[in-house]
C-alpha cells in the first residue's frame, strides 16, 4: 500500500514564527501536492511538484512555499505564520503523468495564536 | 469558470437507508471525476474514478457513481448505508491533459443514524 505520512498531527504555533510541514510518501511517486482544508471551502491547492527541485503554484500560494530536495520528501513552509493560515493542511501524492489518483496522508491541524 | 458544486452540506440517514449524494461540475470538456471520503481523523481515501467507458462505476465499500454527461454530474451512490460510512464525502475533476490540479467540491458531511 501506498504511504503518505505527515510529521505531526497537531501542532500549534505563535503568530510570526516559521513553521516546517514535513510529508514523506513511500511509493516512488513523481507527483506531491500541498492542501489545505477549511470548512466549507473544501481542499485548495497550496502547491504542487512533478519532480525533485520542481514546483508549481496552486490556487492559493501567498504565504506559504514548498521545498523538494528528495523525491520522497515535500516540505510546506510558512515563512512568517498568522492566524489566518489556522487550518488543516493535507499532503498527497500521485504516480507519474497519467496517473491522477492521488494518495492522501492524514494531515496536519496547524493552530496559529 | 471550472467549478465542483456539491449541494448537500450536510446529509443524515437512517442505517440500512439508500444514499445519494450530488456532484455537478463545469468544466470545458470532460474532466476525468473522482469521489473521495475522509473519515473523522483522517486524510481522503479514493472511493471510485470515471475516465471513460461504462458511465455506472463500481467502487469500495458498496458504492457506485453513475457520469451523466447531459447533466455534468457524477452522483454517488449506495443501496444501503451503514453506520461506518459516517464521513466527509468530497467530489473532484482533474483534467484530461496538461496540469495535474484537482478541483474539490466543499464536501457533504454524511451522519448516519443508527
Known amino acids: 500500500d501506498v504511504k503518505v505520512t505527515q510529521s505531526s498531527r497537531y501542532l500549534v504555533k505563535r503568530t510570526g514564527e516559521k513553521v516546517f510541514l514535513e510529508c514523506v510518501q513511500d511509493?516512488?511517486?513523481?507527483?506531491m501536492f500541498w492542501y489545505r482544508q477549511d470548512p466549507g471551502l473544501g481542499l485548495r491547492l497550496i502547491y504542487f511538484?512533478?519532480?525533485?527541485?520542481?514546483?508549481e503554484k496552486g490556487d492559493i500560494p501567498e504565504g506559504y512555499s514548498v521545498s523538494r530536495e528528495k523525491k520522497e520528501r515535500f516540505s510546506l513552509i510558512l515563512e512568517s505564520a498568522s492566524t489566518n493560515q489556522t487550518s488543516m493542511y493535507l499532503c498527497a501524492s500521485s504516480l507519474g503523468q497519467g496517473a491522477l489518483e492521488q494518495y492522501f496522508g492524514p494531515g496536519t491541524r496547524l493552530t496559529v495564536t | 469558470a471550472q467549478s465542483v458544486t456539491q449541494p448537500d452540506i450536510h446529509i443524515t440517514v437512517s442505517e440500512g437507508a439508500s444514499l445519494e449524494l450530488r456532484c455537478n461540475y463545469s468544466y470545458g470538456a470532460t474532466p476525468y471525476l473522482f469521489w473521495y471520503v475522509q473519515s473523522p481523523g483522517q486524510g481522503l481515501q479514493l472511493l471510485l474514478k470515471?475516465?471513460?467507458?461504462?458511465?455506472l462505476v463500481q467502487g469500495i465499500k458498496g458504492f457506485e457513481a453513475e457520469f451523466k454527461r447531459s447533466q455534468s454530474s457524477f452522483n454517488l451512490r449506495k443501496p444501503s448505508v451503514h453506520w461506518s460510512d459516517a464521513a466527509e464525502y468530497f467530489c473532484a475533476v482533474a483534467p484530461r491533459s496538461g496540469t495535474y490540479k484537482y478541483i474539490f467540491g466543499t464536501g457533504t458531511r454524511l451522519k448516519v443514524l443508527a
Open positions: 470515471y475516465f471513460s467507458g461504462d458511465t
Open positions: 511538484s512533478y519532480d525533485v527541485k520542481m514546483k
Open positions: 511509493m516512488d511517486h513523481e507527483n
